[in-house]
């Protein structure tokens, strides 16, 4: 198989230890991002389009036509390969779907957990093929039959050539487009971390048709290479699914944050949007920045003025800013415009977060950095209202990305336990989690001190809280750790240890408004539990609500990015 890596540019991400099914396509060297082609692939593209697949058939790649001929060639001299094409085209015509992106998605998704040919055979079990992909699995028989007889391997062999032709053309500007979008978001480059973003080349299939998927970690991109010019892509699709790959992990290690984001989904259960982004609010957010992203560094169709080789005298360089400004003004005015249609088809975060983006880029801070003010530093109430006042189309663009459903495991699924109520639930996977030498301590420790707090045992919540404090690196955990104690010692009361913990908080600078906003109250004044009386001699029995709210169920404390 062709294979060619370019080089890893993704930000390192702690995986979860679950095993998840991987699609069969090798990785090059361990590389985090390859170019490959896949002979599965290949037979089954060749198989749709023996059965009447020619979409975009004159736009494709010449390729496309020879393997076709040969096909043919064939099929005329052998009857047992037209009886095998018979009964594989008829099993085609069967299961073909109204939707032609969603019928050929099937097959797609098929092909990426084949073993290779001649086996063809599922490389996971049918029940952890994606759920498409389950629809045509009884296919792989007859394929099998239909290659033998028309010698489909010896075709595969015969034109590598021209597969390594095209994948050598796209190579450069792969690399090009992966770096530069590197560069803009400042992510420096990384060793490989288990996750794989993937671009599969397969001329066979329609160009027009990129086919793009996230099953796991792993960010797959199916893409036909054009005609004229050979070897031309759809980059900006490519890189979308490239930005999902760089921009998810930093959003979702902070989904379990995002709960007070929630009022936004109100705002667009009108607009022309996919269910998922009506009902996900990390989904929805990370579409939103991802195409505030592509706003800011969108091709405006402008011609950049160049700058003097030589300034003989000052009106030359006084021209050229004049130019510049002329340039800076029309090109916001093409983005902006980019960024009020993104509004309008209901992505109401684009604009919030292209005015974010265009503050990280001033003062040179990388997209890792800014992603905590991002999220946290958001007037929700504001963006709201924003949103509310928006006149949506009556028909947007839908995200051509499509998911397997992120199955939360560990600490990702107590932390939605606990905020939906299910406290032992959550504490049975902190308890889990601490019990197994690679789980993550730190978020169990500040998992089982929040329950401590809601079940009322002050000790236990002391105790967790300061192992937090030994064990966690993240600066919002260990911030709010030293917010808790303080306020479990103004409780006891302990007004001196309550002080230092408050102090301790606001050295560690997490950053985020309600940190600051908190320490400082305990500073001010001591903590005191809703519908109690603080006496000289306090009870250490006695319940206590140190999160400030009279109702043990209401209680949310704020979580911790991953």
């Known amino acids: 198989m062709s294979s060619s890596s370019v080089p890893s540019v993704t930000d390192s991400k702690e995986l979860t230890k679950t095993p998840h099914p991987r699609v069969t396509q090798p990785e090059a060297g361990g590389s985090a991002i390859t170019l490959e082609t896949s002979e ?82 599922p490389s996971v079990a049918e029940t952890d093929l994606p759920p498409d992909a389950t629809q045509i699995v009884n296919i792989l028989p007859l394929l099998r039959t239909f290659s033998e007889d028309v010698h489909l391997h010896a075709i595969w062999v015969e034109h590598r050539p021209d597969y390594e032709d095209l994948t050598s053309r796209i190579h450069d500007p792969l690399t090009k487009m992966i770096l530069n979008t590197n560069i803009y978001l400042r992510l420096p480059v990384s060793s490989y971390d288990g996750r794989r973003f993937l671009v599969l080349l397969e001329p066979m299939l329609a160009p027009s048709a990129t086919n793009a998927r996230i099953y796991a970690t792993d960010y797959i991109v199916v893409a036909s290479p054009a005609g004229e010019p050979v070897g031309a892509v759809h980059m900006d699709q490519i890189r979308h699914t490239y930005l999902h790959y760089l921009v998810e992990p930093f959003v979702y290690s902070r989904a379990s944050a995002m709960e007070r984001l929630q009022p936004l989904m109100k705002a667009v259960q009108d607009a022309p949007l996919d269910f998922t982004y009506k009902s996900d609010i990390v989904a929805l957010i990370t579409e939103c920045l991802i195409k505030a992203i592509e706003a800011q560094t969108m091709d405006v169709g402008l011609t950049k003025p160049k700058h003097p080789d030589a300034v003989k005298q000052r009106a030359d360089i006084e021209r050229y800013n004049a130019d510049m400004a002329e340039y800076d003004r029309q090109a916001e005015l093409v983005r902006r415009k980019a960024v009020d249609l993104d509004v309008r088809q209901g992505w109401v975060l684009v604009d919030y977060f292209y005015g974010k983006l265009g503050q990280m880029e001033k003062e040179s801070i990388s997209l890792k950095e800014d992603i905590g003010e991002m999220v946290y530093g958001m007037d929700v109430d504001r963006e709201r209202h924003s949103a509310q006042q928006v006149v949506f189309l009556p028909e947007g663009t839908h995200d051509f990305v499509h998911r397997a459903p992120r199955q939360l495991s560990g600490m990702d699924l107590a932390e939605k336990k606990l905020i939906g109520g299910d406290v032992e639930g959550a504490g049975e996977l902190a308890k889990a989690t601490l019990a197994s030498p690679d789980g993550d301590h730190a978020r169990a420790y500040y998992m089982q001190a929040r329950i401590d707090l809601m079940q009322r045992q002050p000790a236990a919540a002391i105790d967790n809280f300061e192992q937090t404090l030994k064990t966690s690196k993240d600066p919002r955990t260990l911030a709010w750790s030293h917010i808790y104690l303080g306020r479990l010692y103004d409780v006891v009361p302990d007004r ?67």
Do not use: W
């Not at 005329?76 to 779907?97: F, I, K, M, W």
């Not at 001010?524 to 609500?545: L, Y």
């Open 496 to 562: 001196q240890k309550a002080v230092a913990e408050y102090r301790a908080a606001l050295t560690v600078r997490d950053g985020q408004p309600d940190t600051k906003a908190a320490a400082e109250k305990g500073l001010k004044e001591p903590f005191a539990a809703p519908g109690m009386q603080q006496a000289a001699e306090p009870d250490d029995d006695a319940p206590i609500d140190p999160s400030g709210k009279a109702e043990k169920d209401s209680y949310r404390p704020p979580a911790p990015p991953k």
């Open 40 to 121: 599965s692939l290949f037979d089954l593209a060749v198989a749709l389009n023996v059965c009447g697949y020619d979409a975009d058939l004159a736009a494709s790649a010449p390729v496309r036509l020879k393997i076709r001929e040969e096909i043919n060639m064939a099929l005329a001299g052998s009857a047992e390969a037209r009886d095998s094409r018979d009964a594989l085209c008829g099993y085609v015509r069967l299961h073909t779907l109204a939707d032609s992106g969603l019928n050929l998605a099937q097959y797609i998704s098929l092909s990426l957990y084949l073993n290779p040919p001649p086996e063809l055979t």
